[in-house]
């Protein structure tokens, strides 16, 4: 019969093993990896692809089924997804706000990825249209913040939208953010679409929000800006994936015709996961 002091080193040596197969699957991920360079060099595909990405976390976080923490495991694969990204195409994120909207970046973008601090939304807009980022982290409107009209205006190209909600696996006081970037939406089988819309004076926020509902779109407010007798404009969140929203809302909003200016799409993107997974 062995001894406790045995039977430490056999379960030692046995997690040594784990930790060499590991090192080793990351390895084979490296040779991986470096061929889908290669085809996306020739195809012409785009490094970042957060439906994806979003697809393997919650795979991994059920497969697990609660024996490791789900926001610990996925800043471990968050922290090897954003290398191997970095590997494909070396990018840099610019981060509005503080040090608590910082640390939501480095766990999604791990510890390889330079982040690029700024002090506003506005600013890290145009660190990103400047090309001296190629994402930008924001922090949601605060109220009568403005910043978020640019995601509706001329200066930006049709390709550039809000592409995530960050954090993926929220941990209890995490403040929340949007990602900004240039990236087709893909389908998760669990989205959310991000609308802009503008309206007259006089249809409310109950009825807009009635309408919705009506529909099953389930909306979240995340801004409202009514400011200098201008028309009051909404940021909503919505139940679905982007395209098939844009192709409801039309009828959706069909019953207050006439008091609905514009309503335009400014993002897509996966469902976070539940705090409680």
């Known amino acids: 019969m062995q001894d406790s002091g045995e039977v430490l080193e056999s379960l030692r040596a046995e997690i040594d093993r784990i930790d060499d197969a590991m090192l080793d699957g990351l390895l084979r991920r490296v040779e991986v990896v470096e061929r889908i360079k290669a085809a996306k060099a020739s195809a012409g595909g785009a490094p970042f ?14 497969k697990a089924g609660g024996a490791f923490p789900a926001p610990a495991l996925v800043r471990l694969w968050r922290e090897i997804i954003a290398a191997f990204t970095w590997r494909q195409c070396p990018f840099r994120v610019a981060v509005a706000g503080g040090e608590d909207l910082r640390t939501v970046a480095r766990d999604h973008f791990g510890s390889l990825v330079p982040l690029m601090p700024v002090d506003s939304a506005v600013q890290a807009m145009r660190a990103f249209t400047d090309d001296q980022a190629q994402l930008a982290v924001l922090p949601l409107p605060a109220e009568g913040e ?7 205006g001329p200066m930006l190209d049709e390709r550039v939208q809000v592409i995530g909600r960050l954090p993926f696996a929220p ?3 995490q403040p929340s953010a949007l990602l900004l970037g240039r990236a087709a939406h893909e389908r998760t089988g669990d989205d959310l679409a991000l609308m802009a819309i503008e309206t007259l004076p006089e249809l409310s926020r109950a009825r807009l929000r009635h309408l919705f ?9 995340l801004a409202v800006l009514e400011a200098n007798g201008e028309p009051p404009m909404h940021l909503i969140e919505l139940k679905g994936f982007v395209e098939d929203c844009l192709a409801v809302v039309p009828s959706v909003l069909a019953p207050a015709r006439g008091q609905v200016l514009r309503a335009q799409p400014v993002g897509g993107y996966a469902r976070p996961l539940d705090p409680a997974a």
Do not use: K, N, S, Y
């Open 213 to 221: 509902e009506a529909a099953e779109m389930a909306p979240v407010w």
């Open 49 to 62: 692809r957060p439906g994806r990405e979003a697809l393997i976390m919650r795979r991994l976080v059920a």
């Open 171 to 173: 941990r209890p006081g």
């Open 146 to 152: 403005a910043w978020w009209r640019w995601l509706m």
